[in-house]
């Protein structure tokens, strides 16, 4: 039994010695650019943001590019779903679809977008740090993999949602 109890404490010891890194290292940049990023919203005007956003989803491209990542960087996860009221109703399926698929990939160099995804970043970072490299060269690669990802997994997605609702339209058409 004693055995037992000095392992889980020492779990909960590790768990809290972790915790404190966090909190000492990342928590201070997530808040900060969280404040930059709503004082930077509020500066440009809310109306002004959205009027943005509007016209780009007219444009595929920017549609499963840009605006993913932009509504993830200034609005984070969950909110920046709502940048989809923005696409066309058949198009809605694959902006969210972007936007989960980029969810992670955006974390490395901006934490503030997806603090739930963290976790995963922390675990690949710990590993390079100890190695004794930089991680920023491979959070920029994954950023720009993550942007080319969204952008063909946001086609295929709109590709299929369109196929489904045209073969929906004519089966209610038969019916």
């Known amino acids: 039994m004693v055995k037992i109890a000095e392992g889980f404490t020492g779990i909960v ?23 930059f990023i709503n004082a930077l919203i509020s500066l440009i005007g809310e109306e002004r943001v959205m009027n943005f956003s509007r016209r780009l989803t007219r444009f595929r491209l920017l549609r499963y590019t840009l605006l993913p990542v932009m509504a993830l960087f200034f609005l984070t996860n ?11 109703e058949d198009e809605k399926p694959a902006f969210v679809d972007a936007c989960f698929s980029f969810a992670h990939p ?7 977008a997806n603090s739930a995804e963290l976790f995963v970043w922390t675990g690949i970072a710990a590993g390079i740090t100890t190695l004794g490299k930089s991680t920023t060269p491979l959070a920029v690669r994954y950023l720009l993999v993550g942007i080319i990802v969204i952008f063909i997994r946001g086609n295929v997605t709109e590709f299929i949602t ?7 339209k004519n089966q209610n058409e038969r019916s």
Do not use: D, W
């Open 162 to 168: 369109k196929q489904l609702m045209k073969r929906s």
């Open 106 to 112: 955006i974390t490395g160099l901006f934490p503030h």
């Open 13 to 35: 010891s590790a768990g809290g010695e972790n915790l404190m890194s966090l909190i000492t290292s990342i928590l201070p940049n997530v808040l900060i650019l969280l404040t």
């Open 78 to 88: 969950p909110m920046c779903y709502t940048m989809g009221k923005f696409v066309e």
